[in-house]
């Protein structure tokens, strides 16, 4: 694995910019991390239209000059439940050339209306995307971005093979040479009447980690309980219940750290007591877990955070679980540094490690002593 020096710089004002420093390849990096402040909560609908804008380009780049950066591929950009989420991968330009980008995303969008969005057939979609009844308008877009940008903290990290400091050079320039136009602006209108999207999904969230607390237990936990076919979700809830078509355990994104959430979805309603029911056989297969069990987990883990295994302990986005590539490398700088803490998947691992069974099974059983959220395609 490619060692990187990491760097959290602070430009005079604005975003706090962070570096990672390495010479893995020729391009460049970029990833933003932006907390959607809490009374946002009722304007999610304009905010996601913003987002679902947001990739076609800026005042300082348009979409044909960003696919020319970066082989067709644009930019991401998506919400999570209290974050917004931006990232993109140069293979040409320079670090001026991702600063300026990222800069312009953030401060110049362009926001241009097009056609209505429609409903994202993705399996994440409920734990990101709101309907409402009536699509945004083109002023209520704009206010939704703009007062986030004004009112949330704002992280960012470049990656790449550039001098230390750079970034940050590059972006105070911008900043004297394309002032910040984000003026104040009024808490936007709210949603109407926002509802989830029609499909027939459960989840259960445990209690938010924080990146000091025992991150690599729930990520160990979530593993154990719905990565691969020998996982207890899969085994017991489609197998032998045959509640769901897909399900899965991961850790998702929060602005306080990392949320243990177990995820199901089906063709038709899911009964509550069918959940709990999968509650009661989940705890018990917790409580048989052994060093067998563990060690396997544990191994998984390595795999994802080190090499090129396949089964991730979380979930940042719609696109699913992350891997050890460049690109999912940033975004988890960019969440990990927006709770106060590099990432660094070494040390995750080694802890992971002195990890006891006793530990992993209490961690698994916290989680599992939480309320089921249910929602159905036809409520």
């Keep these: 694995m490619i060692s990187f020096a990491i760097l959290s710089l602070v430009a005079s004002k604005g975003p706090q910019i962070h570096e990672l420093l390495g010479s893995e390849g020729s391009g460049f990096q970029f990833a933003a991390v932006i907390a959607i402040p809490p009374e946002m909560d009722d304007v999610c609908c304009a905010l996601q239209e913003a987002v679902r804008l947001l990739p076609d380009g800026t005042a300082l780049h348009r979409r044909r000059a960003i ?72 002023s209520e877009t704009r206010d939704a971005w703009r007062y986030l940008v004004r009112n949330g903290k704002i992280h960012v990290v470049f990656g790449g093979p550039f001098a230390a400091g750079q970034s940050v050079s590059v972006w105070q320039g911008l900043m004297d040479a394309e002032p910040m136009t984000i003026r104040p602006a ?24 924080a990146p000091s607390d025992s991150v690599p237990a729930a990520m160990v936990s979530a593993l154990l309980l719905g990565q691969g076919k020998s996982s207890v979700l899969y085994r017991v809830a ?21 949320q243990p959430r177990i995820y199901l979805t089906s063709a038709d309603p899911i009964p509550v007591a069918k959940l709990e029911q999968l509650k009661e056989r989940m705890l018990a297969e917790v409580s048989g877990w052994n060093a067998s069990d563990l060690n396997r987990a544990q191994q998984m883990l390595t795999e994802n955070l080190l090499r090129n295994g396949v089964w991730s302990p979380w979930v940042i986005g719609p696109a699913g679980g992350t891997y050890n590539t460049a690109e999912d490398r940033i975004v988890l700088e960019a969440l990990s540094q927006s709770n106060g803490a590099a ?9 992971a490690e002195s990890l006891t069974l006793e530990t992993v099974q209490a961690a698994a059983k916290s989680w599992l002593g939480h309320d089921w959220q249910v929602i159905t395609a036809n409520p």
Excluded at 96 to 125: C, H, K, M, N, Q
Excluded at 238 to 258: I, K
Excluded at 343 to 351: E, F, G, H, M, Q
């Design 238 to 258: 489609r197998e032998e219940m045959g509640l769901s078509y897909r399900q899965e355990a991961f850790l998702w994104p929060r602005p306080a750290g990392w």
């Design 67 to 138: 696919a020319d950066l970066n082989n067709g591929r644009g930019v991401q950009a998506w919400t999570t439940s209290d974050q917004v989420i931006i990232r993109a991968s140069l293979d040409s330009g320079s670090i001026t050339d991702a600063v300026t980008l990222a800069y312009g995303l953030i401060y110049r969008p362009l926001l241009e209306p097009r056609e209505e969005a429609e409903f994202s057939s993705g399996w994440y979609t409920p734990l990101w995307q709101r309907l409402s009844r009536r699509q945004p308008s083109e």
């Design 186 to 209: 009024d808490r936007p209108r709210p949603d109407g009447f926002p509802r989830f999207p029609a499909v027939n999904a459960a989840w259960l969230d445990g209690g938010v980690v």
């Design 343 to 351: 990432y660094d998947a070494n040390s995750l691992v080694t802890r």
